[in-house]
Nanobody
Framework: QVRFVESGGGLVQPGGSLTLSCQASEFTVGNYAMGWFRQVPGKAREGVLC????????YYMDSVMGRFTISRDNAKNTLYLQMNSLKPEDTAVYYC????????????????WGQGTQVTVSS
């Protein structure tokens, strides 16, 4: 059964950094498009950024460019989200996503979702 488990969330002060991890089971992270979404209470989930099969990165949010980056370790079968210079508006539940169908479905309706991990940016 395909499964994604996120970890690394928590409370961080503004300007701080966090790295989220997404461990995959029954799914090879290096073979497919994967991404990160986030959701704040009362709003729909939004795409943050993604990585394609060739490790090309696409940002869905201008507000995180230059601060967030996505990467993966194929040996560990794990996807990462490195978040720097965090702001209070980055507070959200962050979800790892994946799609075997490609980048466009991943952007609008990901095939797979992790359970989410809470990131809170506050002093």
């Amino acid at each position: 059964q395909v499964r994604f488990v996120e970890s690394g969330g928590g409370l961080v002060q503004p300007g701080g950094s966090l790295t989220l991890s997404c461990q995959a089971s029954e799914f090879t992270v290096g073979n497919y498009a994967m991404g990160w979404f986030r959701q704040v209470p009362g709003k729909a989930r939004e795409g943050v950024l993604c990585i394609d099969r060739s490790d090309g990165i696409t940002y869905y949010m201008d507000s995180v460019m230059g601060r967030f980056t996505i990467s993966r370790d194929n040996a560990k079968n794990t996807l990462y989200l490195q978040m720097n210079s965090l702001k209070p508006e980055d507070t959200a539940v962050y979800y790892c996503t994946a799609d075997t169908r490609g980048m466009l479905p991943l952007r609008f309706s990901p095939e797979y979702w992790g359970q989410g991990t809470q990131v809170t940016v506050s002093s």
